[in-house]
C-alpha cells in the first residue's frame, strides 16, 4: 500500500481525470479499501477540496468547484501542457497575453522545484505567420458570453459591425446591415489569429460566420434551441470554406487541378489554402489557386512528384512555359528573354 501522502495525491489526481467516479473503482484504482477511500475523501476535504459524495446502488464522489482554488496537482506532461499553452496564449487573438504571463509566473511559483526547472528550460516563441498583420482581438468577456450561449443551446442577440467598403460612409450604411442580428450560436473557432462565431442566423434562414472582434453582445440571451447539424459536420472544414471558396481556391484569380504522385498527408502538410483528395496510398488530388499562372505552377512545381494536369489548358501552358525556362536555365550559354503565356 503507498504511503498516505502518495496515496491522496493520487486520489486527487483521479478526481481531476474524469467527473464522478464510483467508490469501489476508487478502491481497485487505488489498491486500497473502499473505507480507506472514504478516509482519504475526508483529508481532502479538510485540506479544502470540495468533493461531493454521489448517491446511487454503487455511490461515489466527484471533485466540485469551491468557492476558493485549492493547490492543483500536475504531472510533468500536464506541465509542460501547460507551459506551452501559456507561451502561445499571445497568437490567440483572445487579447489574454498579459494575463495567461501573470498565469504561468503564478503556477510557476507553485510548482515543485522538479517541475519548475523543466517548466524553465521549455521557451517557447509564438509566432501568427511572417508577414501577416495584426488583427483585433476579441475582448475576452465577449468570448465567455458567446461561449456561455453556445454551451446553453440560447438564441443570441448582439450588434453587428459589417465590413464597410472603401469609400463609404459609416454613417450612411444599409440600415439592414446594421440592425441586431439573432442567432443560433453552435460553434466558437479561431483561425490565422482571429475568433469567429458559427451560427444559424434566424432571420436570413443560413448560416453565417461572424468575426467576434465586430460583436457586441445584448442581454439577456433568448429561449434554447436545437442544434442543427452543420453542413459536412466538420466545423473546422466549414470555417475554412467559408474563406476558400467551396472549391478551395481562396478566392485566386487563377486556379487549376492536378495529381500528384505523392501520399495526401504529405500535400496537405504543405498545402495551406488548397484542396487535397486522397487517390490512393501514394496518389492524391490538388485543387490550388495563385495570383498567376506561372506562379501556380511554380507552387505545384515545388513537389518532388511527377504531375499530371486536369485543367484548365491555362494551367498546361505555364508548366510548358517553365520548362523552356527551365531548360535555358540549365544549358549553358546566355539566356534567351521568354514571352509569358495568354492570361494572368
Same mark, same amino acid.
Given at each position: 500500500?503507498?504511503?498516505?501522502?502518495?496515496? @491522496?495525491?493520487?486520489? @486527487?489526481?483521479?478526481?481531476?481525470?474524469?467527473?464522478?467516479?464510483?467508490?469501489?473503482?476508487?478502491?481497485?484504482? @487505488?489498491?486500497?479499501?473502499?473505507?480507506?477511500?472514504?478516509?482519504?475523501?475526508?483529508?481532502?476535504?479538510?485540506?479544502?477540496?470540495?468533493?461531493?459524495?454521489?448517491?446511487?446502488?454503487?455511490?461515489?464522489?466527484?471533485?466540485?468547484?469551491?468557492?476558493?482554488?485549492?493547490?492543483? @496537482?500536475?504531472?510533468?506532461?500536464?506541465?509542460?501542457?501547460?507551459? *506551452?499553452?501559456?507561451?502561445?496564449?499571445?497568437?490567440?487573438?483572445?487579447?489574454?497575453?498579459?494575463?495567461?504571463?501573470?498565469?504561468?509566473?503564478?503556477?510557476?511559483?507553485?510548482?515543485?522545484?522538479?517541475?519548475?526547472?523543466?517548466?524553465?528550460?521549455?521557451?517557447?516563441?509564438?509566432?501568427?505567420?511572417?508577414?501577416?498583420?495584426?488583427?483585433?482581438?476579441?475582448?475576452?468577456?465577449?468570448?465567455?458570453?458567446?461561449?456561455?450561449?453556445?454551451?446553453?443551446?440560447?438564441?443570441?442577440?448582439?450588434?453587428?459591425?459589417?465590413?464597410?467598403?472603401?469609400?463609404?460612409?459609416?454613417?450612411?450604411?444599409?440600415?439592414?446591415?446594421?440592425?441586431?442580428?439573432?442567432?443560433?450560436?453552435?460553434?466558437?473557432?479561431?483561425?490565422?489569429?482571429?475568433?469567429?462565431?458559427?451560427?444559424w442566423d434566424l432571420d436570413r434562414d443560413d448560416w453565417r460566420t461572424f468575426r467576434v472582434d465586430r460583436i457586441t453582445p445584448r442581454t439577456p440571451t433568448g429561449p434554447r434551441f436545437t442544434p442543427r447539424e452543420l453542413p459536412g459536420g466538420?466545423?473546422?472544414?466549414?470555417?475554412?470554406?467559408?474563406?476558400?471558396?467551396?472549391?478551395?481556391?481562396?478566392?485566386?484569380?487563377?486556379?487549376?487541378?492536378?495529381? +500528384?504522385?505523392?501520399?495526401? =498527408? *504529405?500535400? =496537405?502538410?504543405?498545402?495551406?489554402?488548397?484542396?487535397?483528395?486522397?487517390?490512393?496510398?501514394?496518389?492524391?488530388?490538388?485543387?490550388?489557386?495563385?495570383?498567376?499562372?506561372?506562379?501556380?505552377?511554380?507552387?505545384?512545381?515545388?513537389?518532388?512528384?511527377?504531375?499530371?494536369?486536369?485543367?484548365?489548358?491555362?494551367?498546361?501552358?505555364?508548366?510548358?512555359? +517553365?520548362?523552356?525556362?527551365?531548360?535555358?536555365?540549365?544549358?549553358?550559354?546566355?539566356?534567351?528573354?521568354?514571352?509569358?503565356?495568354?492570361?494572368?
Amino acid at each position: 500500500m503507498p504511503k498516505t501522502s502518495a496515496r @491522496l495525491l493520487s486520489l @486527487l489526481s483521479l478526481l481531476q481525470a474524469r467527473r464522478d467516479w464510483p467508490g469501489q473503482l476508487l478502491a481497485e484504482r @487505488l489498491e486500497v479499501s473502499p473505507r480507506t477511500v472514504r478516509r482519504d475523501v475526508d483529508r481532502l476535504r479538510e485540506l479544502g477540496y470540495p468533493i461531493a459524495a454521489i448517491k446511487g446502488p454503487d455511490g461515489g464522489y466527484r471533485l466540485g468547484a469551491g468557492m476558493e482554488l485549492p493547490p492543483l @496537482l500536475f504531472d510533468d506532461d500536464q506541465a509542460v501542457a501547460l507551459a *506551452v499553452a501559456l507561451q502561445t496564449a499571445a497568437v490567440t487573438g483572445a487579447g489574454i497575453e498579459e494575463a495567461a504571463v501573470r498565469a504561468l509566473s503564478t503556477v510557476r511559483q507553485v510548482m515543485p522545484a522538479r517541475l519548475r526547472h523543466r517548466v524553465d528550460a521549455l521557451q517557447v516563441t509564438a509566432a501568427d505567420g511572417a508577414g501577416t498583420r495584426p488583427h483585433p482581438q476579441a475582448a475576452p468577456g465577449v468570448l465567455l458570453t458567446l461561449s456561455a450561449a453556445v454551451r446553453a443551446r440560447e438564441v443570441l442577440r448582439f450588434d453587428y459591425v459589417p465590413v464597410s467598403p472603401p469609400g463609404t460612409d459609416a454613417a450612411h450604411a444599409d440600415p439592414a446591415a446594421t440592425a441586431p442580428r439573432r442567432v443560433q450560436p453552435h460553434h466558437l473557432v479561431t483561425r490565422g489569429g482571429r475568433w469567429y462565431l458559427v451560427a444559424w442566423d434566424l432571420d436570413r434562414d443560413d448560416w453565417r460566420t461572424f468575426r467576434v472582434d465586430r460583436i457586441t453582445p445584448r442581454t439577456p440571451t433568448g429561449p434554447r434551441f436545437t442544434p442543427r447539424e452543420l453542413p459536412g459536420g466538420d466545423v473546422a472544414a466549414f470555417v475554412a470554406g467559408r474563406f476558400q471558396g467551396s472549391d478551395g481556391t481562396g478566392g485566386w484569380p487563377c486556379h487549376g487541378e492536378v495529381i +500528384l504522385d505523392l501520399p495526401a =498527408s *504529405v500535400v =496537405s502538410t504543405y498545402t495551406r489554402d488548397g484542396v487535397v483528395e486522397e487517390l490512393g496510398p501514394d496518389r492524391c488530388r490538388l485543387v490550388l489557386g495563385a495570383w498567376s499562372w506561372p506562379g501556380l505552377a511554380a507552387s505545384i512545381g515545388r513537389f518532388d512528384a511527377d504531375i499530371e494536369v486536369i485543367g484548365p489548358r491555362e494551367l498546361r501552358d505555364a508548366f510548358a512555359h +517553365l520548362a523552356r525556362r527551365y531548360a535555358r536555365a540549365a544549358a549553358d550559354g546566355p539566356a534567351e528573354p521568354t514571352s509569358p503565356p495568354p492570361g494572368r
